[in-house]
């Protein structure tokens, strides 16, 4: 859903294979014992892609996927909002 409506916002398509009901079925009936081993999640999966993925993007560390937002706010582009908020605020004052 979440990728839907980021994508929508901006007037980009995007696809999400994995949500395939019949590759959705087949992994649901995989044993987890074979999905996960020695610890490693999605096992099965970085396995299916070596040789076609690099290797360090398949074994790095999990990140998140957030927008800049304090540098942002820290740049030209933060002076900008914060003239935007104020000029928005007072407007805002006297219309009521």
């Not at 099965?44 to 957030?66: C, N, S, T």
């Amino acid at each position: 859903m979440r990728v839907d409506k980021m994508s929508m916002a901006v007037g980009l398509e995007a696809r999400v294979p994995f949500l395939d009901h019949k590759f959705v079925e087949l992994a649901m009936s995989i044993p987890e014992a074979v999905k996960t081993k020695s610890g490693v999640l999605k096992y099965i999966l970085k396995k299916a892609v070596r040789g076609v993925i690099p290797d360090e993007l398949i074994d790095r560390k999990k990140q998140g996927f957030a927008a800049p937002v304090y540098e942002w706010y820290h740049t030209k582009f933060g002076e900008y909002v914060v003239k935007e908020m104020k000029d928005f605020a007072k407007t805002q004052i006297f219309s009521v």
